[in-house]
């Protein structure tokens, strides 16, 4: 059985910094595409970061320079890490893990990021 258990999330002021984690079970986070979207109220789930399998990394052009995702593999885990937070980044974060080659797509069950200006 395939879990991912996001954490980290929480209430922050404008300026501050936040590290998400997404614990993943029943998956190896080295063999996926691992992705961190996030959805506001009233607004649809948009990609925020992802690293392949093979360590590429990219982002929203709205968090590049503040967010970095990255993983440890020894630990199943993915990390989000933001900086710079701002009130428009407010919204729950989502981990996904996606096998492009069995077609395979998993979601966790979010955290709520909340951003206070």
């Known amino acids: 059985q395939v879990q991912l258990v996001e954490s980290g999330g929480g209430l922050v002021q404008a300026g501050g910094s936040l590290r998400l984690s997404c614990a993943a079970s029943?998956?190896?986070?080295?063999?996926?595409?691992m992705a961190w979207h996030r959805q506001a109220p009233g607004k649809q789930r948009e990609l925020v970061a992802a690293?392949?399998?093979?360590?590429?990394?990219h982002y929203a052009d709205s968090v590049k320079g503040r967010f970095t995702v990255s993983r440890d593999n020894a630990k199943n885990t993915m990390f989000l890490q933001m900086n710079g937070l701002k009130s428009e980044d407010t919204a729950v974060y989502y981990c996904?893990?996606?096998?492009?080659?069995?077609?395979?797509?998993?979601w966790g069950q979010g955290t709520q990021v909340t951003v206070s200006s």
């Open positions: 996904k893990a996606e096998n492009t080659v069995w077609g395979t797509t998993y």
């Open positions: 029943g998956v190896i986070v080295g063999r996926n595409v």
């Open positions: 690293i392949s399998s093979a360590g590429t990394t």
